[in-house]
């Protein structure tokens, strides 16, 4: 018999697709609404293929995505909210990410372990070159990084404390999940978000929909090749991890010198253990930014050193409940204080 660990590891790859195709097809969303039909109602409901549709729920059940109860299903109670569209910690759009844009490149994994990823990749695009290709992939993309950030961003704009910031430059804010989340906890804020022409119009769409008006506006531009605009308080959400350190450190010494005097610097990453032993989800991700990006994801102390370097301090390490955790730092008052 296969050990539990290694089966569920081998047959990932079925339970992932099959999560993409029943979400594409309103399993999960009839699920929610209708919870404990048969395989053949769900059919019949959603106008599929009914030995298709039975084979898909055996193996979401298995893997305990789904409850069964003979041949009735509902959603599992701790993954339901990950399912629900109408939830706001609905996770299928980085699901669709995965299967739409980083399957496909895990096939140079071989290449880097032979040859290196800068020879492997050395006729490849750059990173957001291919993931912003054509307004379908920078959806995809934006809906993935929504999905992961907006529901925990609640929690890391309270950990973060904003009550004292005026304007918030959101580096890499992609359609505004954090400033969304800290513009509606602190209605002094505003908030700036600076990332690549294609986004705009993904963030004003966001910004309607949330009733935001002129409190999230948008800068285009490369915060390779331009500086960053000023403000006092400066986001990274997932935006190191997809560098190396030196890269890193520029950006954040950019923010640095965008940054009013006694302002503050805010790292929002997935952190690996001091050890680097994991957490899973971190390990994975730090795979993925091999293949995807030119990043890795790090330790709290990692970045606490990266701060530091920058010339920030009071660096500090708030933890959430949930993946994705926050680093702070402050600019002094003076350089006398530094």
Not at 29 to 44: N, P, T, Y
Not at 83 to 89: C, G, S, T
Request: glycine letters at 8%.
């Amino acid at each position: 018999m296969i050990p539990a660990n290694l089966e569920r590891a081998v047959y990932g790859m079925y339970a992932t697709h099959a999560l993409h195709v029943a979400d594409r097809h309103g399993v999960f969303e009839h699920l929610a609404r209708h919870s404990g039909d048969s395989a053949d109602k769900i059919a019949a409901a959603l106008a599929v293929d009914e030995d298709t549709l039975g084979r898909l729920l055996l193996v979401l059940s298995s893997f305990g995505v789904l409850d069964a109860d003979g041949e009735r299903y509902a959603l599992a109670a701790d993954v339901r909210p990950y399912l629900d569209r109408e939830d706001p910690r609905y996770l299928m759009g980085f699901v669709d990410h995965l299967i739409g844009d980083t399957a496909d490149q895990f096939g140079r994994l071989s290449g880097y372990l032979n040859a290196g990823k800068a020879e492997t990749d050395r006729d490849t695009p750059a990173p957001f070159e291919a993931i912003y290709r054509d307004d379908e992939s920078v959806g995809r993309f934006l809906n993935a990084m929504w999905g992961l950030s907006h529901h925990v961003s609640h929690e890391l704009a309270a950990l973060a404390d904003l009550s004292d910031s005026r304007q918030l430059i959101d580096v890499g804010g992609a359609s505004g999940p954090f400033s969304v989340a800290a513009l509606h906890a602190f209605p002094q804020l505003r908030s700036t978000v600076f990332d690549l022409p294609q986004v705009g119009p993904h963030l004003a769409a966001r910004a309607t929909e949330h009733e935001l008006g002129d409190r999230l506006d948008f800068t285009a531009g490369d915060f390779f090749a331009e500086p960053l605009p000023a403000g006092d308080c400066f986001a990274f959400g997932y935006i190191l991890s997809d560098w190396d350190d030196e890269t890193c450190a520029a950006l954040l010494r950019k923010a640095y010198e965008a940054c009013l005097p006694g302002g503050q610097v805010l790292i929002m990453e997935r952190l690996f253990d001091d050890d680097r032993s994991g957490p899973l989800a971190t390990a994975v991700m730090n795979l993925s930014m091999h293949v995807e990006t030119q990043g890795r994801h790090r330790t709290a102390a990692e970045y606490l050193d990266l701060l530091r370097h920058a010339g920030f301090v009071d660096g500090t390490v708030r933890r959430s409940s949930g993946e994705k955790h926050l680093i702070t730092g402050r600019r002094a008052e003076s350089e006398s204080e530094r």
